[in-house]
């Protein structure tokens, strides 16, 4: 499966354990990104935001959408989380593999301790 198709599914998924259609989810991401609330704006975004879920879309862009997901009230108050860490930019490369391998230690060493008990 390559990585849009993973990351169309995420978002699929989390659509449905929120209990939203795509419609509401894409209501919601583009109130977190804009400002107005224009309905014929909205529309748009709303069939823009469906199509990305079905075709090959551009990574950056369903990133973007799963960080406004992540954002929402209901994804926060959901128990829900996001696997897999998102590329936002805001970190230097250098300190982003420091950090992936400080967690890579930590997850080894929690499934050590748990295969010991």
């Known amino acids: ?6 990351l169309q599914n995420k978002i699929k998924i989390i659509i449905k354990e929120l209990g939203l259609t795509q419609k509401e989810m894409a209501s919601r991401v583009y109130c977190e990104r804009f400002e107005d609330d224009e309905p014929d704006e909205i529309r748009k975004f709303t069939e823009i935001f469906r199509q990305n879920l079905k075709r090959k879309a551009k990574l950056e862009l ?4 799963l960080a406004n997901i992540a954002n929402l009230r209901e ?6 989380a996001i696997s897999s860490p998102l590329d936002l930019g805001f970190i230097p ?5 420091a ?17 010991e008990l």
């Open 93 to 97: 490369v250098d300190i982003k593999r």
């Open 1 to 6: 499966m390559e990585k849009h198709e993973e």
């Open 62 to 65: 369903l990133e973007s959408y």
């Open 75 to 80: 994804f926060k108050n959901s128990g829900l």
């Open 99 to 115: 950090l992936q391998g400080i967690s890579k230690e930590l997850i080894d060493d929690i499934e050590s301790e748990a295969n």
